[in-house]
């Protein structure tokens, strides 16, 4: 089974529109991050998780919403976003920073979901 | 503030061709982690080295090599006799060490890397 997994790969939706995005993680991690990767800009940090604890949100517009049933799981939900919403959105873990664990800075990522806002 | 430069946007060589990835960073404090990630067309970032602040020694994994310098605040990686599978956008990043979870990764903008033929 493959580290992090993320569905749906690709999905397109329209302004008005409501969908999930679906990151799950098998390396027994506890820390779960979310990021934007848009064309010509650094990776962006949107939100991270520790022990399903929201500890970070990076000033991510309220359209986005994330979600952390569980240390395996992160969920982002989307509704009415905009166009320039447009991007690869990637989940990655880790080991969770407050357990001692000297390489939690490791992230390891899954594919990305292509979301194409029309 | 924390940077991280990679000034080469895009790179194309021939197959078997040696190629080097520059990386630059800037940071303030005297511990951190520099590391480099490959993103295949396939889209997930593929996590290749980390490497602290106080481990100056150079790293060679089969036809992968880092060159850290702490003198030019430089962490190059070399790629020896390329392959197409080489082919892939490379990053850079840094970690400076702080408290727990307030430690983040600073990202370069990436080195697109084209292995031809």
């Known amino acids: 089974e493959t580290g992090v997994t993320q569905t749906p790969r690709h999905l397109v939706m329209g302004m008005t529109n409501k969908k999930s995005l679906k990151c799950e993680q098998h390396l027994g991690h506890n820390a779960m991050y979310w990021y934007k990767q848009s064309a010509k800009k650094p990776l962006e940090l949107m939100f991270v998780y520790n022990f399903k604890e929201q500890t970070e949100n990076n000033s991510v517009p309220s359209r986005f919403s994330p979600e952390c049933p569980n240390s395996s799981h992160l969920f982002l939900h989307l509704h009415t976003l905009q166009p320039e919403d447009s991007a690869l959105y990637l989940c990655?873990?880790?080991?969770?920073?407050?357990?001692?664990?000297?390489?939690?800075?490791?992230?390891?990522f899954g594919p990305g979901t292509r979301l194409t806002v029309t | 503030a924390q940077k991280v430069t990679q000034a080469q946007t895009e790179i194309s060589v021939v197959e078997k061709e040696d190629v080097t990835l520059d990386c630059v960073y800037e940071t303030r404090d005297t511990t951190y982690y520099l590391f480099w990630y490959k993103q295949p067309p396939s889209g997930e970032l593929v996590f290749l080295i980390r490497?602290?602040?106080?481990d100056e020694q150079n790293e060679i994994s089969g036809r992968y090599s880092w060159n850290f310098q702490k003198s030019t605040s430089s962490f190059n990686f070399t790629i020896t006799a390329s392959q197409v599978v080489d082919s892939a956008v490379y990053f850079c990043a840094l970690s400076e060490a702080g408290a727990g979870n307030n430690r983040k990764l600073i990202w370069g903008l990436g080195t697109s890397l084209a292995v031809n033929p």
């Open positions: 990655a873990s880790s080991q969770d920073p407050d357990s001692g664990h000297s390489r939690f800075d490791e992230q390891y």
């Open positions: 490497r602290n602040s106080f």
